[in-house]
């Protein structure tokens, strides 16, 4: 499968935006899709997942209550809803997929075979 992430720019602190992440080529709902974040100097960071079909979503503890995943398999794309925004949440926002993908390993990025190019999300204080 081939992601593309979309959706980036720069937003004031206590803004929204809200990525995109548009899959073709194979079978989109086959794929658990997550969104992972990285900023310069640092390891890349989970952001939040969900399961094949949407029913089941994680996000890791600083994006709780503030962003929001969902899919549309019909569109074959992953949105990120992202709310007030912080200048901490500035980076490179990527998507990945995987098929294979076991539950206790879907926050570590190692184990997504699929990723987009990024969007850059830039928070401005």
């Known amino acids: 499968v081939q992601l593309q992430a979309s959706g980036g720019g720069l937003v004031q602190a206590g803004g929204s935006l809200r990525l995109s992440c548009a899959a073709s080529g194979r079978t989109f709902s086959d794929y658990r899709i997550a969104w992972f974040r990285q900023s310069p100097g640092k390891e890349r960071e989970f952001v939040a997942t969900?399961?094949?079909?949407?029913?089941?979503?994680y996000y890791a503890d600083s994006m709780k209550g503030r962003f929001t995943i969902s899919r549309d398999n019909a569109k074959n794309t992953v949105y990120l809803q992202m709310t007030n925004l912080k200048p901490e949440d500035t980076a490179v926002y990527y998507c990945?997929?995987?098929?294979?993908?076991?539950?206790?390993?879907?926050?570590?990025?190692?184990?997504?075979?699929?990723w987009g190019q990024g969007t850059q999300v830039t928070v401005s204080s």
């Open positions: 969900i399961a094949r079909r949407g029913g089941n979503t």
């Open positions: 990945a997929g995987d098929r294979e993908i076991i539950q206790s390993r879907m926050t570590l990025a190692s184990d997504y075979d699929y």
